[in-house]
């Protein structure tokens, strides 16, 4: 489609914002199409499907969003024409549509930056000194010093964040720019210890390029993958580096909303101490997952081995000689059984309790060379944004074709997989490791190393339930005795609302319903559909509670629009929050 062509469109989008009512809007909207905002319109993340919600939205928010000066963007980095700036009357905003016979398939809109706050950066960077004599000058190391003393006691923080991972200090970074007084918390004795304490073999899956972290991206000789303790020492220098204020070594033990005043009573546990503080905002940044989950099997008190779970694996250095099981079989698991048979265990065995997607690292390395991400011309700002403008009921068709293409590149691979007695899965609707990562955020492993020895039988595979475990290993239900010196169970966690119970209370975690998941229908996500990640980056059901989650790519992209949510919540910003109702799940758009 002429990039003409695109702009009469935008001209038509204007005039329909600034009359909803009397818009035609099946003039502009196919009959499938999607509308995907996030945060520009609706003060929420929401996609809407199909011109009928496309004008229902329009009708209740177009009003208060006032948006304008909708102009074409023809330099966007690896844009096709489609791109788009516009202002509303609290923020800029960048656009992209794509049409079909002059009606719009695809939109997204997407927050950019308040009018008015906008970020101490560049040219309107701070002086830092003031360049003249002043009796008892105040430094930067006496301000930070003091601000650091009396945040949490003489000044509350307008917002909260539990959880010190990639999570917590993406956000905190992008609040402490905007100039929101943010507290970090974490249980941990400093920050990166989450990643720093898990077994030693552990490193990322994802490129580097899709890792980095806002303001301050990986050096270019970074390696390609990243080892859990060089992550680690990268999130304690970040933490320095952007001056956030992190307790450390504090528990969060209750918090009560209080509607009269609008605010958190928190209390938390610190140096010996019980302490209570008052945000305006509590964010939950304690990872994609709940508490650990552990299968109660019978007989498990009986054991005399060791037996944990995979986030409490030290490592396999002591597991010489030792015969091993491990419970699960997707990414943890994989990585263990590896790890302990690099540590010369006398017999590594998987216990596979269901089919598990399997994709080569290799492979996603080969195909991921062109993603927007990885090319250098393009920023990750703007490769962020030409990845969000896929709506995810069009992404299920894509992952589906995309599945198919690995099946075929790796199909002897795959065989000899199978053929080891390990059982395969490609996915539910054979869409994929994304999928599944979008979905439950389980089910799959990404191989590096460990297909091979699982193929070549170092690694043994046993499918079926477990009867008992008995004090010298564990009875499979047909009757097999799997001798075991040590047990791990890898086999994941409970559901990341769960913290919202046990920090809050049971009814606000049903209030708020599930944390990540679409509404596919499928395994582990129940609808209805969504088509965005449940309760993630944006307002829940209860008031002044947020979650900030996902990987690495997630946390930079998203920690933005929760920033500016939050931002325009304290300057007292009119946010109108748009709630679309939940659709039916229904098949994927083919690729």
Same mark, same amino acid.
């Given at each position: %489609?002429? #990039?003409?062509?695109?702009?009469?469109?935008?001209?038509?989008?204007?005039?329909?914002?600034? $009359?909803?009512?009397?818009?035609?809007?099946?003039?502009?909207?196919?009959?499938?199409?999607?509308?995907?905002?996030?945060?520009?319109?609706?003060?929420? #993340?929401? !996609?809407?499907?199909?011109?009928?919600?496309?004008?229902?939205?329009?009708?209740?928010?177009?009003?208060?969003?006032?948006?304008?000066?909708?102009?074409?963007?023809?330099?966007?980095?690896?844009?096709?024409?489609?791109?788009?700036?516009?202002?509303?009357?609290?923020?800029?905003?960048?656009?992209?549509?794509?049409?079909?016979?002059?009606?719009?398939?695809? &939109?997204?809109?997407?927050?950019?930056?308040?009018?008015?706050?906008?970020?101490?950066?560049?040219?309107?960077?701070?002086?830092?000194?003031?360049?003249?004599?002043?009796?008892?000058?105040?430094?930067?190391?006496?301000?930070?010093?003091?601000?650091?003393?009396?945040?949490?006691?003489?000044?509350?923080?307008?917002?909260?964040?539990?959880?010190?991972?990639?999570?917590?200090?993406?956000?905190?970074?992008?609040?402490?720019?905007?100039?929101?007084?943010?507290?970090?918390?974490?249980?941990?004795?400093?920050?990166?210890?989450?990643?720093?304490?898990?077994?030693?073999?552990?490193?990322?899956?994802?490129?580097?390029?899709?890792?980095?972290?806002?303001?301050?991206?990986?050096?270019? $000789?970074?390696? &390609?993958?990243?080892?859990?303790?060089? %992550?680690?020492?990268? &999130?304690?220098?970040?933490?320095?580096? %952007?001056?956030?204020?992190?307790?450390?070594?504090?528990?969060?033990?209750?918090?009560?909303?209080?509607?009269?005043?609008?605010?958190?009573?928190?209390?938390?546990?610190?140096?010996?101490?019980?302490?209570?503080?008052?945000?305006?905002?509590?964010?939950?940044?304690?990872?994609?997952?709940?508490?650990?989950?552990?299968?109660?099997?019978?007989?498990?008190?009986?054991?005399?081995?060791?037996?944990?779970?995979?986030?409490?694996?030290?490592?396999?250095?002591?597991? !010489?000689?030792?015969?091993?099981?491990?419970?699960?079989?997707?990414?943890?698991?994989?990585?263990?059984?590896?790890?302990?048979?690099?540590?010369?265990?006398?017999?590594?065995?998987?216990?596979?309790?269901?089919?598990?997607?399997?994709?080569?690292?290799?492979?996603?390395?080969?195909?991921?060379?062109?993603?927007?991400?990885?090319?250098?011309?393009?920023?990750?700002?703007?490769?962020?944004?030409?990845?969000?403008? !896929?709506?995810?009921?069009?992404?299920?068709? #894509?992952?589906?074709?995309?599945?198919?293409?690995?099946?075929?590149?790796?199909?002897?691979?795959?065989?000899?997989?199978?053929?080891?007695?390990?059982?395969?899965? $490609?996915?539910?609707?054979?869409?994929?490791?994304?999928?599944?990562?979008?979905?439950?955020?389980?089910?799959?492993?990404?191989?590096?190393?460990?297909?091979?020895?699982? #193929?070549?039988?170092?690694?043994?595979?046993?499918?079926?339930?477990?009867?008992?475990?008995?004090?010298?290993?564990?009875?499979?239900?047909?009757?097999?005795?799997?001798?075991?010196?040590?047990?791990?169970?890898?086999?994941?966690?409970?559901? %990341?609302?769960?913290?919202?119970?046990?920090?809050?209370?049971?009814?606000?975690?049903?209030?708020?319903?599930?944390?990540?998941?679409?509404?596919?229908?499928?395994?582990?996500?129940?609808?209805?559909?969504?088509?965005?990640?449940?309760?993630?980056?944006?307002?829940?059901?209860?008031?002044?509670?947020?979650?900030?989650?996902?990987?690495?790519?997630?946390?930079?992209?998203?920690?933005?629009?929760?920033?500016?949510?939050?931002?325009?919540?304290?300057?007292?910003?009119?946010?109108?929050?748009?709630?679309?109702?939940?659709?039916?799940?229904?098949?994927?758009?083919?690729?």
């Amino acid at each position: %489609m002429a #990039i003409a062509d695109k702009g009469a469109w935008l001209n038509r989008f204007q005039s329909a914002l600034a $009359h909803p009512e009397a818009a035609e809007w099946r003039a502009l909207f196919a009959d499938q199409c999607y509308w995907r905002d996030l945060v520009a319109f609706t003060w929420n #993340i929401v !996609t809407l499907e199909g011109p009928d919600a496309v004008a229902a939205m329009a009708r209740r928010q177009a009003a208060a969003a006032g948006a304008t000066a909708f102009r074409l963007d023809p330099e966007m980095p690896g844009g096709d024409g489609g791109w788009f700036d516009f202002e509303t009357r609290a923020a800029r905003c960048k656009g992209h549509v794509e049409l079909k016979d002059g009606r719009c398939t695809t &939109l997204l809109t997407a927050i950019v930056e308040l009018k008015g706050f906008e970020e101490p950066a560049g040219r309107n960077r701070i002086d830092g000194l003031v360049h003249k004599a002043v009796r008892r000058r105040r430094t930067w190391l006496d301000e930070r010093q003091e601000h650091a003393r009396t945040l949490g006691h003489e000044r509350q923080p307008y917002c909260l964040i539990v959880g010190a991972g990639q999570n917590g200090l993406a956000l905190a970074a992008r609040l402490k720019r905007l100039g929101v007084p943010t507290l970090v918390v974490d249980a941990h004795e400093r920050p990166g210890d989450a990643w720093r304490k898990r077994y030693k073999t552990l490193y990322l899956h994802d490129p580097i390029w899709l890792d980095h972290f806002p303001y301050l991206p990986f050096p270019d $000789h970074w390696p &390609l993958y990243t080892s859990k303790d060089k %992550m680690a020492d990268w &999130l304690e220098a970040y933490a320095k580096l %952007m001056e956030l204020d992190v307790w450390s070594s504090t528990v969060c033990t209750k918090a009560r909303f209080d509607e009269a005043r609008g605010e958190w009573e928190v209390t938390v546990e610190r140096g010996g101490e019980r302490l209570s503080l008052r945000p305006t905002q509590l964010v939950l940044a304690t990872g994609l997952s709940g508490g650990k989950s552990v299968p109660e099997i019978p007989g498990a008190e009986s054991f005399k081995g060791q037996q944990y779970h995979s986030g409490d694996h030290p490592g396999g250095e002591d597991m !010489t000689g030792r015969r091993c099981v491990v419970i699960g079989s997707n990414n943890s698991a994989h990585d263990i059984c590896v790890d302990l048979w690099e540590n010369h265990a006398a017999s590594v065995t998987m216990i596979q309790r269901s089919p598990t997607i399997v994709v080569r690292a290799d492979t996603m390395r080969n195909l991921s060379g062109d993603i927007p991400h990885a090319r250098k011309e393009i920023p990750t700002e703007a490769a962020d944004l030409l990845d969000a403008a !896929t709506p995810y009921r069009l992404r299920t068709g #894509i992952q589906v074709a995309g599945t198919r293409y690995i099946r075929g590149l790796d199909a002897e691979f795959y065989d000899r997989l199978e053929g080891s007695g390990f059982q395969l899965s $490609h996915g539910e609707d054979e869409s994929g490791f994304f999928m599944a990562y979008w979905r439950r955020a389980a089910g799959y492993y990404i191989d590096v190393g460990g297909s091979d020895l699982i #193929i070549e039988g170092e690694i043994a595979v046993r499918s079926g339930g477990i009867r008992a475990i008995e004090p010298d290993g564990l009875r499979m239900a047909d009757g097999e005795l799997l001798p075991a010196d040590l047990i791990v169970y890898a086999t994941g966690y409970r559901p %990341m609302s769960e913290w919202a119970a046990k920090l809050i209370s049971p009814d606000v975690e049903a209030r708020i319903g599930p944390c990540w998941g679409l509404g596919s229908g499928t395994r582990g996500d129940p609808g209805p559909w969504e088509g965005e990640l449940r309760n993630m980056w944006k307002p829940t059901r209860q008031p002044n509670l947020w979650f900030q989650g996902g990987n690495l790519a997630q946390s930079r992209f998203h920690s933005l629009h929760l920033a500016l949510q939050l931002k325009a919540r304290m300057e007292g910003l009119s946010t109108p929050v748009y709630w679309p109702e939940p659709a039916e799940a229904s098949d994927p758009v083919p690729a």
